[in-house]
């Protein structure tokens, strides 16, 4: 059964701190990977792809990276308004439409 | 220009009633979806469509129908409504009838059932 775990479950940073968030992931076979940011009480926002092992994908301060069982979403120097929850996602080649969604990273980055 | 729009943010009803949600996507995507998020945060397909065919059923109680008139709009009418269905409910489109693609969200709407 495809499962997708993320952690840590909350992280608190100083601004400017950077660090990763992991999201580990079993699938019979991966078709996409995929990072969203959700703030409360909105919809998660599409962030990346990634679709096979060693693709790194960048957006001003994050930066994703795959390998055939994890993803990092490291973030350099954040900023308050990374402030977010973070989540990862997997959809395998087997239902290809379906997302399997991770319970999320919540970030919280004081200044 | 909202992409993926839900209609009511916000539905408060008791139980035993039945209630509609709406949802427009303005972006052209041939594919949409219903998730469920519970209260422990965790996002949950229930349904797709694609080009108004349905194609994803997940584990849902009869209750739960969507509905799609046109592939713009995916609607999901639930019938006699349970405590456990408190969540929030987000729709999604993406561009692409096979998987790969992004999936993109509205706002949702929060349901709570008293």
Known sequence: EDQVTQSPEALRLQEGESSSLNCSYTVSGLRGLFWYRQDPGKGPEF??????????????RLKATLTKKESFLHITAPKPEDSATYLCAVQDRDSSYKLIFGSGTRLLVRP | DTA??????????????????KCEQNLGHD????????????LKIMFSYNNKELIINETVPNRF????PDKAHLNLHINSLELGDSAVYFCASSPLPQGGSEQYFGPGTRLTVT
């Not at chain 2, 993926?4 to 949600?21: C, E, F, H, R, W």
């Not at chain 2, 129908?65 to 799609?68: D, L, M, V, Y």
């Open chain 2, 4 to 21: 993926v729009s839900q209609t009511p943010k916000y539905l408060v009803t008791q139980m035993g009633n039945d209630k509609s949600i």
């Open chain 2, 31 to 42: 594919t949409m979806y219903w998730y469920k998020q519970d209260s422990k945060k965790f």
């Open chain 1, 47 to 60: 962030l990346f792809t990634l679709y096979s092992a060693g693709e790194e994908k960048e957006k001003e």
């Open chain 2, 65 to 68: 129908s969507p509905k799609s």
